[in-house]
C-alpha cells in the first residue's frame, strides 16, 4: 500500500537520525564529565563515539535530502542547513 510512499522513507531515516542525536547529546553530556573529573582516556573514548554519532547523522541527513526527498531538499535545504550549522559540541 505505501511501499512506494517517499514518506516512508523520510520516516525510515527520521526514526535513526532521533536515535543519533539523543546520543549526540548523551556522548556531549558524559565527555563533558569526564573532562570535568580528569578521565583522559574515557574523555578520548567517549569523544570517538560523539563523532562517530555526528557522522551517521550527516550520513542520514545527505541520505534523507538527497535520495529519499529529493523534492524536501529543494523545498526546505534551508532549515536543514540552519539546524546542523548552528550544532555544535
Ligand atoms: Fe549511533
Do not use: R
Not at 560523539?50 to 551517521?56: H, M, N
Not at 538527497?66 to 539546524?83: D, L, T, V
Amino acid at each position: 500500500m505505501f511501499e512506494d510512499d517517499p514518506a516512508i522513507d523520510a520516516v525510515l531515516i527520521a526514526a535513526p537520525q532521533k536515535v543519533e542525536h539523543y546520543e549526540i547529546a548523551s556522548y556531549g553530556t558524559i565527555c563533558a564529565w569526564a573532562d570535568q573529573m580528569g578521565h583522559s582516556d574515557a574523555f578520548d573514548l567517549f569523544k570517538q563515539n560523539l563523532q562517530e554519532g555526528k557522522a551517521a547523522d550527516e550520513k542520514l541527513t545527505t541520505i534523507a535530502e538527497s535520495a529519499a526527498n529529493p523534492e524536501g531538499e529543494e523545498k526546505g535545504s534551508s532549515i536543514g542547513n540552519q539546524n546542523h550549522e548552528s550544532f555544535s559540541i
